[in-house]
């Protein structure tokens, strides 16, 4: 089993509707999760945290669920823009951290 | 948060050759990190910088094939010998961010190996 699985996609959504992506992990010690956003030949840039309580950036919501290892990242009234490759990543310590493959998200006209 | 830059930005290469990687960081920061992305992968640790010792190399990374040299706090490279087509992928150099526990990449250097 994989350290961190993502769904690879595509997601195809339409604009405005609301999507939702999971990444379990398989290490039950990790603590410290993130969800990355990289676009096409672009490096990946930082999105949000999860925290153990969630974490809501606008139309972006994170949460943990530590009993059954996964995290997930839900979006809202999706944009145009939003149209990307989602990274979760899981810290490990010592400035280490394991990513996903990412899921591919296109928001449709 | 800190502005990475890396040079080249890309590059074709012919096999059995090396290319150096550069990553220029616009504020001094105590450590960095190298990571590769092939086609269809996740982000994968390749070693870490310290400046004033020897970089530590992930399981399945060697010094020889990817020696890496930290002369400061505001800069590394990354040298990737001997090429084959296997190394052909996204390089790219990242820092931790003030917590620490955060993450910030350059743009990569995408690299192709003929």
């Known amino acids: 089993r994989k350290e961190v699985e993502q769904d690879p996609g595509p997601f195809n959504v339409p604009e405005g509707a609301t999507v939702a992506f999971n990444c379990t992990y398989s290490n039950s010690a990790s603590q410290s999760f993130f969800w990355y956003r990289q676009d096409c030949r672009k490096e990946p840039k930082l999105l949000m945290s999860?925290?153990?309580s969630g974490n809501e950036d606008g139309r972006f919501t994170a949460q943990l669920n530590r009993a059954s290892q996964y995290i997930s990242l839900l979006i809202r009234d999706s944009k145009l823009s939003d149209s990307a490759t989602y990274l979760c990543?899981?810290?490990?310590?010592?400035?280490?951290?394991?990513f996903g493959t990412g899921t591919r998200l296109k928001v449709l006209a | 948060s800190a502005v990475i830059s890396q040079k080249p930005s890309r590059d074709i290469c012919q096999r059995g050759t090396s290319l150096t990687i550069q990553c220029q960081v616009d504020?001094?920061?105590?450590?960095m990190f190298w990571y590769r992305q092939q086609p269809g992968q996740s982000l994968t640790l390749i070693a870490t910088a310290n400046q004033g010792s020897e970089a530590t190399y992930e399981s399945g990374f060697v010094i020889d094939k990817f020696p890496i040299s930290r002369p400061n706090l505001t800069f590394s490279t990354l040298t990737v010998s001997n090429m084959s087509p296997e190394d052909s992928s996204i390089y790219l150099c990242s820092l931790t961010g003030a917590g620490r526990e955060t993450q910030y990449f350059g743009p990569g250097t995408r690299l192709l190996v003929l």
């Open positions: 999860v925290y153990s």
């Open positions: 990543a899981v810290y490990k310590g010592t400035y280490k951290y394991i």
């Open positions: 504020s001094q920061v105590t450590m």
